[in-house]
Nanobody, 124 residues
Framework: QVQLVESGGGLVQAGGSLRLSCAASGRTFSSYAMGWFRQAPGKEREFVAAISRGVGITYYADSVKGRFTISRDNAKNTVYLQVNSLKPEDTAVYYC?????????????????WGQGTQVTVSS
């Protein structure tokens, strides 16, 4: 069982930055693939970024490539999402997710543990 707790969201102006964190419980964090997803009002939840277990290969949605960076610190059981050059369309609740069944994945259906989400609001 893994519990995920996100933090770091907030209100920021367009062009600004935030660092989202996701702290995980458990002793086997390094064996989990981790992902970030987001859901804007009235829209479906969408993939943002993922980092594999093991060597930490990273993957990004095209909409955030070059602006967002996912990383993990296995010693701290934490995954991060650095979000730069924010745009109003990045406004959403951002969710952290974990899976032990896949090395990495873009699909929300492959993740079996989810955090409660953290709100990111970007003003124009």
């Amino acid at each position: 069982q893994v519990q995920l707790v996100e933090s770091g969201g907030g209100l920021v102006q367009a062009g600004g930055s935030l660092r989202l964190s996701c702290a995980a419980s458990g002793r086997t964090f390094s064996s989990y693939a981790m992902g970030w997803f987001r859901q804007a009002p009235g829209k479906e939840r969408e993939f943002v970024a993922a980092i594999s277990r093991g060597v930490g290969i990273t993957y990004y949605a095209d909409s955030v490539k070059g602006r967002f960076t996912i990383s993990r610190d296995n010693a701290k059981n934490t995954v991060y999402l650095q979000v730069n050059s924010l745009k109003p369309e990045d406004t959403a609740v951002y969710y952290c997710a974990a899976t032990q069944y896949y090395r990495d994945s873009y699909s929300q259906y492959d993740y079996n543990y989810w955090g409660q989400g953290t709100q990111v609001t970007v003003s124009s």
